[in-house]
Nanobody
Framework: QVHVAESGGGLVQAGGSLRLSCAAS????????MGWYRQAPGKQRELVAS???????NYADFVAGRFTISRDNAKNTVYLQMNSLKPEDTAVYYC??????????WGQGTQVTVSS
């Protein structure tokens, strides 16, 4: 059993920055992929960014150099630095931990609201 916990969401004005953190604890695997999805009201959940324990990263096109994902393997923690935020970035951001294809542990989500 893996517990995934996010923190760092909140309200910010357009153009501002937020940093999300996510820690995975419990029966984690030495190799895994962690990352972030988001879901806005009335929309499907979409991938924002991911990073493997080897450091390989993947970003959604809409990130466009504004977001940076990083991780601390010793702490099984992943971070999402979000800069130049836009109102359309408003969503619930969900962290996930995936030790192998087809299996995902989800966090409870953290709200990010960007005001115009």
């Amino acid at each position: 059993q893996v517990h995934v916990a996010e923190s760092g969401g909140g309200l910010v004005q357009a153009g501002g920055s937020l940093r999300l953190s996510c820690a995975a604890s419990g029966s984690t695997f030495s190799f895994n992929i962690m990352g972030w999805y988001r879901q806005a009201p009335g929309k499907q959940r979409e991938l924002v960014a991911s990073i493997s324990s080897a450091g390989s990263t993947n970003y959604a096109d809409f990130v466009a150099g504004r977001f940076t994902i990083s991780r601390d393997n010793a702490k099984n923690t992943v971070y999402l630095q979000m800069n130049s935020l836009k109102p359309e970035d408003t969503a619930v951001y969900y962290c996930y931990h995936s030790p192998y294809l087809g299996y995902i542990d989800w966090g409870q989500g953290t709200q990010v609201t960007v005001s115009s």
